[in-house]
């Protein structure tokens, strides 16, 4: 039987385990490695240092729902009001506080602020990733032996209906382009693009080469497909 349920901080590793699964797709490659190539640390032990020590723009514990399947947690994702005060992953004032959970020394810490800030802009409100709705869903992820049963959808519209009952007008949500799966399933479910940032704007903007993004919206005054 398939349910969803709050996240609690029993479920801490598992979604660590999420969010790594949600920044793998489409190519097959987190940038959360890459931004801890050195550090001797995994990006799993990372993003639940973040957690712990509630670093995380795009999601803490509670803000999360867990798809559940015969009692074991198979998938999970994030719902929340973002902080447009700063649109990146994390809270950089925090990095310090995951660094001391995380027992690094400081060349390693300001080494790894340098690449954050490298990978997500130094400026805190960068305009790709500025919030298109007043609700957020990010680090959606269904376990792989999970997929194909309908846990995605199930967990979205549970999130959407949190939305809702906070009166939140506006859903958005993010994919990498090229991650056509999610696309798939954000569309059926109603949402649109909104905005596309391609390849070349990366490129003439950061200097680098990646696929880009797009967002899509949704009104949750409309009644689910």
Not at 121 to 149: K, M, T, Y
Not at 179 to 191: D, I, Q
Request: proline share 6%; with cysteine.
């Amino acid at each position: 039987m398939l349910n969803t349920r709050p996240a609690t901080i029993s479920d801490l590793s598992f979604l660590a385990q999420i969010m790594y699964e949600a920044s793998l797709p489409p190519h097959n490659h987190s940038f959360w490695d890459e931004m801890l190539e050195g550090s001797q640390t995994s990006a799993l032990d990372f993003l639940a240092a973040a957690l712990t020590a509630r670093a995380s723009n795009w999601g803490n514990v509670e803000d999360f729902i867990v798809a559940e399947i015969a009692g074991e947690p198979v998938a999970a994702a994030a719902g929340y009001q973002p902080n447009f005060e700063d649109y990146r992953p994390l809270k950089v004032s925090e990095i310090s506080a995951i660094a001391k959970e995380l027992g690094w020394s400081h060349p390693i810490e300001v080494e790894v602020r340098r690449r954050y800030t490298q990978l997500f802009s130094d400026n805190p409100r960068p305009v790709f990733l500025h919030p298109q709705a007043p609700w957020i869903i990010e680090s959606v992820a269904v376990l792989p032996d999970a997929r194909g049963q309908g846990v995605g959808k199930t967990l979205l519209r549970s999130l959407l209906e949190a939305g809702r009952d906070q009166d939140q007008s506006h859903a958005g949500i993010m994919i990498i382009n090229g991650n056509e799966r999610a696309r798939k399933t954000y569309e059926s479910l109603g949402f649109k693009p909104y905005q596309t940032f391609h390849a070349d704007y990366f490129r003439e903007q950061f200097g680098v080469e990646f696929s880009g993004i797009t967002k899509f919206g949704l009104c949750l005054s409309s009644e689910l497909e």
